[in-house]
């Protein structure tokens, strides 16, 4: 402890020669690796944050804790930071930066601009400054797909062709005078004959001509299709006007690819509308995220990937991570870009997609969250889409089955156990100042909620205020007698016992264990604050599990199941108790009128919020009951409102209990 203290003053010390400018920071641990990247406008205020703990991210501790030197570079701004930043998350692949789950290597569409006479090509390398890249595209058929219907809408050349690779060889030595010569003469391609290529090669079309084909090529790709409709429907017609029937079928051929991708694009706007949309669905160790390509109102693409980092990395975070390495990949840049959420510095980030923008009309790009209407309904859209697309990885890969064996692994480690704890039981207390308290038991069999073996306690030790300690002891002893230990209903033994509520539970589960004579049960208790486990071994702190891991996420999946299923048993009680004490008080209504009045209500609340009329309108319930029942509930309400509490229960609650 002492030696990490230590580094910490290392490091405090060294962060005054940081100067107050704007920059990239880079955090490394011992080994000289780097383990995260980050901007920020002034780099001593920002990086101070993290070492004085000012900074409340859940992944701060574990940074900190694993930090050991650091390096800065100085900005001009902070839209150059920004720039820096991607790139060197990009170089380092920092582990506490958000990163693509799956970091394959996506498809693109790519325009070799650096060429004389530019191609098309599908590829999956993204490596050359003077190419142009479309995508990512997360579907490989689509990729192709697309490059297909551009060449037949307007023909340009494909970087396959072996006639275009003959004459990129001899353009590459310098050979144009020579090339533009002789081309007349050579045979044209195979692509030329059947109306894909623009004939390069026979000298059916000059360099500047081509050019005006990449352009038309990239206007395409980047998704503006409906004026190429209505420019091919112009020519179509100029060419029957002319009797030049072949050229005008050859042009309603393109008319109809045209059309037919558009039958496979969704309509989802009626405006023109130019966006991308992008939808994040997160758990506690990874997210989805589903990009919608919005152009001319239709989504022309949608692409979907998996992040990594889980509850330690915040929402505004992980968007922003997203964006950079998704932005930081694709020339395909829109002019709005819809989401839940932006990030803090959604400014400068607009700015930078603005500059990758590069639009000849001087548009800009920005950043919509809505909160209502179509763009809205959008965006919940793709979250849905993310939902499916993390249910889809987790199929494939059979994540769920390996992350629950981490967890368990982890988890037997972490509390030194002789074995993983296939079977874990977990307790939590409910109460309202000792009223209605109830205990919950919920049991995970191999990482799963094993719901047949659920139970739920009505505490029965006489209680004048809340005692959870008293409570705990109760419902361990009841679950851990040797009676209920042989009953089959109850299962086989836990492996392991979680109690919610940290180490003053933990000490009562260890004096109630101690009076059974029981200590061949692993026990835990759990700390809601910071999530920190109590052993009883462990006298010099808690044990800590990993941010993000998936022990983490098992336990506290636990833990919440235990605190539902307590606090429903809860409020049924309550709610039954309520009923209970305060109808009774009413002269004439009996079993019978008591159903029949929560028949017609549905619930206590609903009832007491009645008007006489209503109370008097239920089939059963004559008049002067009804004003009985009426004048009750008004006293009750009003006892309600001045601070007081109902009645205790008296009502049973159903359902399995121990």
């Not at 249910?391 to 156990?417: F, G, H, P, W």
């Amino acid at each position: 402890m002492a030696q990490s203290d230590d580094k910490l003053e290392r490091i405090k010390e060294q962060l005054n020669s940081v100067p107050p400018l704007p920059g990239v920071y880079l955090w490394k641990d011992a080994s000289g690796r780097v383990i995260y990247v980050g901007k920020a406008k002034q780099l001593r205020a920002r990086m101070r944050q993290y070492v004085n703990f000012q900074d409340d991210r859940a992944k701060i501790p574990l940074l900190v804790d694993a930090i050991d030197s650091f390096e800065y570079i100085v900005a001009e701004n902070e839209h150059e930071s920004l720039v820096l930043e991607r790139n060197l998350i990009n170089q380092h692949a920092p582990f506490f930066n958000v990163d693509f789950k799956d970091d394959k290597s996506y498809p693109f569409i790519a325009l070799t601009m650096q060429d004389t006479f530019p191609a098309i090509k599908y590829t999956r390398e993204k490596h050359n400054p003077k190419t142009r890249y479309f995508g990512p595209y997360t579907d490989s058929r689509a990729a192709r797909t697309m490059v297909d219907a551009v060449r037949r809408v307007v023909p340009i050349c494909s970087a396959s062709c072996a006639e275009w690779r003959r004459l990129k060889r001899q353009l590459d030595k310098g050979q144009l005078e020579a090339f533009l010569s002789t081309r007349e003469s050579m045979r044209p391609c195979f692509d030329y004959h059947v109306g894909l290529g623009p004939g390069v090669c026979c000298g059916a079309i000059d360099e500047e001509g081509y050019r005006a084909h990449v352009k038309r090529v990239a206007r395409f790709l980047d998704g503006h299709h409906d004026e190429f409709v209505d420019e091919m429907a112009a020519e179509m017609q100029a060419a029957a006007d002319e009797l030049d029937f072949e050229k005008a079928a050859r042009i309603k051929g393109r008319i109809d690819a045209v059309a037919a991708l558009a039958d496979k694009q969704h309509a989802v706007s009626s405006r023109h509308l130019d966006a991308d949309v992008i939808g994040i669905f997160r758990e506690e160790t990874i997210a989805g995220v589903h990009v919608f390509m919005v152009r001319e109102g239709r989504i022309m693409n949608s692409n979907e990937f998996i992040l990594d980092k889980g509850s330690n990395v915040p929402d505004e975070d992980l968007v922003r991570g997203f964006l950079l390495r998704y932005y930081g990949t694709t020339s395909s840049i829109p002019r709005e870009v819809i989401l839940a959420s932006a990030p803090e510095d959604a400014p400068v980030m607009a700015d930078w997609l603005t500059e990758r923008l590069n639009d000849p009309h001087g548009a800009k790009v920005r950043f919509t969250v809505p909160k209502a209407g179509e763009k809205h309904e959008l965006v919940k859209l793709a979250e849905r889409n993310a939902q499916h697309t993390l249910l889809r990885y987790k199929v494939r890969t059979n994540y769920e089955d390996q992350r629950i064996n981490d967890a368990l692994l982890q988890l037997e480690s972490a509390l030194a156990m002789d074995r993983p704890p296939h079977r874990i039981e977990c307790f939590d207390i409910s109460t309202i100042h000792g009223s209605y308290t109830v205990a919950s038991m919920v049991v995970f069999t191999n990482g799963k909620p094993d719901k047949n073996q659920y139970r739920r306690f009505r505490i029965k030790t006489p209680l004048d205020e809340a005692n959870d300690f008293l409570s705990m002891q109760e419902v361990l002893r009841r679950r851990y007698c040797d009676e209920r230990m042989a009953d089959e209903r109850f299962g086989s033994k836990p492996d392991l016992i979680i109690l919610d509520g940290g180490k003053p539970q933990l000490t009562a589960a260890i004096q109630m264990f101690d009076e059974l004579g029981r200590d061949d049960i692993a026990l835990a208790g759990l700390a809601k604050r910071d999530e920190e486990l109590f052993a009883p071994w462990q006298d010099d702190g808690p044990v800590v599990l990993p941010g993000g891991s998936a022990s983490l996420y098992l336990v506290k999946q636990v833990r919440d199941e235990a605190h539902r299923f307590a606090i429903t048993f809860h409020r049924e009680l309550r709610g039954k108790g309520m009923t209970a004490s305060v109808l009774d008080d009413v002269a004439g209504l009996g079993p019978v009128r008591r159903k029949a009045l929560m028949r017609a209500f549905k619930s206590f609340k609903n009832l007491k919020g009645a008007s006489l009329d209503d109370i008097k309108a239920v089939k059963g319930i004559p008049a002067e009951v009804a004003e009985e029942v009426y004048l009750v509930l008004r006293q009750y309400n009003e006892r309600i409102q001045k601070g007081g509490g109902p009645a205790p229960a008296s009502a049973e609650a159903p359902g399995k209990e121990g």
